[in-house]
């Protein structure tokens, strides 16, 4: 009875021994960074950490002009255009993580995704068919939508009462000829055929009619400019409704536009 109480014994040993045994080896398996692959913009920062385990890591960059890290924290801090391998060291083994850095992407105000607003005054060369046709100033000084352009366009029974689904954007502006030597429309400057844009600067809006000669000011589409001239010129252009504020473009470079925003 003794003996089998021993052997009992010796095996309850063995086994306990044997699964703690185990256990320093599946929390090893179990540690990790936290990220292997990692996208960064310059300017930017990211901290790693360590996965499975309490113990502080000590951290390294192979490119520190790339990417820096905290040596003690794995915060990482994107400086130029590259890439890097931060490398965290824990008890004796070597984790990483391979940083790609990408530049910032510029947005320069009148772009697309960042338009000028068109209350502001600017001046711009304008450009047509590739060819520069001079230097203006031009001002948005009232945009109006909805009902209250649709009674302006009434004011010449001529002009189309927008259905339901349509609607008139009405546009003022203050247009200044500062330099140049040819004459131009200021239709073709800010031309509604094809500029106008919905307000995500995506959507190109349909010229379904426009309003004529129902106020006391130059027409925009017929509205002639020679150096040195300054007009007031409006249009009210029909189009299908839920556009509004919209967004515009002028052609200001011999491949590129100037967008501006009616957004207050």
């Known amino acids: 009875m003794k003996r089998i109480i021993s052997l009992l014994l010796v095996f309850s040993l ?3 021994l044997g ?6 080896t599946s929390e090893a398996a179990a540690v990790k ?9 310059v300017g930017s920062s990211y901290t790693l950490k360590m996965k499975g385990t309490s113990k502080k890591a ?9 990417v820096s890290v905290g040596k003690k924290t794995g915060k990482l801090k994107a400086k130029k255009a590259g890439t890097a391998t931060v490398t965290a060291k824990l008890s004796g083994k070597k984790y990483r993580c391979k940083v790609k850095v990408k530049s910032k992407t510029s947005t320069k105000p009148g772009s ?21 046709k001079g230097k203006f100033s031009i001002q948005l000084i009232s945009y109006i939508t909805g009902d209250e352009a649709a009674a302006l366009a009434k004011n010449n029974s001529s002009n189309p009462a927008p259905e339901e689904n349509q609607e008139y954007i009405y546009f003022k502006f203050d247009i200044e000829y500062i330099s140049g030597s040819q004459t131009v429309n200021a239709r073709d400057i800010f031309n509604y055929y094809y500029n106008l844009y919905g307000d995500n600067s995506s959507t190109q809006m349909q010229n379904l009619d426009w309003g004529f000669f129902f106020e006391a000011v130059d027409d925009l589409g017929s509205a002639i400019l020679q150096p ?22 002028i052609q200001t470079g011999a491949d590129s536009y100037t967008w501006f925003t009616t957004e207050p």
């Open 19 to 24: 699964t703690s045994a185990k256990v320093p």
């Open 58 to 66: 000590k951290w390294s960059s192979n490119k520190k002009s790339v």
């Open 112 to 132: 697309k995704n960042n338009p000028l607003s068109a209350f502001d005054k600017h001046t711009i060369n304008y450009y047509e068919e590739g060819k520069k």
């Open 228 to 249: 040195g001239n300054k007009v007031t010129c409006a249009k009210a252009v029909l189009v299908y409704k839920g556009y509004a504020p919209i967004t515009y473009r």
């Open 14 to 16: 063995a086994v306990i």
């Open 33 to 41: 960074i936290s990220k292997s692959k990692l996208n960064l913009t």
